[in-house]
């Protein structure tokens, strides 16, 4: 049973390369973009978005679990002293 996994992830790894590389919107906008301007501005409006995309699911973490990421600062600190 573990082969015949194996086997299909390894042909679907090899049949559609497409699928995995894709890229997100923003990112794909930014290449297209790019296209006009100058080497260094596309590298850091690239950078910019990736930053974007990437801060928001630690903000929302952030604010989900604020109550027990302060306890367990806190639980932290008094142990430290």
Same mark, same amino acid.
């Given at each position: 049973?573990?082969?015949?996994? %194996?086997?299909?992830? /390894? ?6 390369? *497409? ?12 290449? *297209? ?5 100058? *080497? ?14 990437? /801060?928001?699911?630690?903000?929302? /973490?952030?604010? %989900? ?11 932290? /600190?008094?142990?430290?002293?």
């Amino acid at each position: 049973m573990k082969n015949k996994f %194996l086997f299909l992830g /390894i042909i679907l790894l090899f049949f559609d390369m *497409e699928l995995f590389g894709q890229g997100c919107s923003q990112c794909k906008l930014m290449a *297209e973009q790019g296209l006009e301007m100058e *080497e260094t501005a596309f590298g850091t409006n690239i950078n910019t978005g990736i930053l974007y995309l990437m /801060i928001i699911p630690y903000l929302l /973490i952030l604010f %989900l679990f604020r109550k027990q990421l302060f306890g367990l600062f806190k639980s932290l /600190i008094k142990s430290s002293r």
